[in-house]
């Protein structure tokens, strides 16, 4: 049974930092393409960044240049650094599994406010 969970979210004020993780049992992240998506509250699920087993690295417009997404294969973990965040990227984060609605954990609530 696959299971992700995820950790790091917290409160911080615009322009601070985040590292988010998600660490994977019972498969290997390595071999799937893994995402990190987020919802917002009253919205929907919205795709945030991806990394393939080719270690390609793909970024929704709004995060380029501010989001960071990488894995530590030996530890299984999937992780997105997050800087200079603003008040847009308040959201529950989630790390999923082969697509942006694919298996995915209870998610880690990111909250950007001064």
């Known amino acids: 049974q696959v299971q992700l969970v995820e950790s790091g979210g917290g409160s911080v004020q615009p322009g601070g930092s985040l590292k988010l993780s998600c660490v994977a049992s019972?498969?290997?992240?390595?071999?799937?393409?893994m995402y990190w998506v987020r919802q917002a509250p009253g919205k929907g699920l919205e795709w945030v960044s991806l990394?393939?087993?080719?270690?390609?690295?793909l970024y929704t417009e709004s995060v380029k240049g501010r989001f960071t997404i990488s894995r530590d294969n030996a530890k299984n973990t999937l992780y997105l650094q997050m800087n200079n965040l603003k008040s847009e990227d308040t959201a529950v984060y989630y790390c999923a599994k082969d697509r942006v609605g694919g298996a995915r954990g209870q998610g880690t609530q990111v909250t950007v406010s001064s």
């Open positions: 019972d498969f290997s992240l390595s071999a799937h393409s």
């Open positions: 990394i393939d087993p080719a270690d390609l690295k």
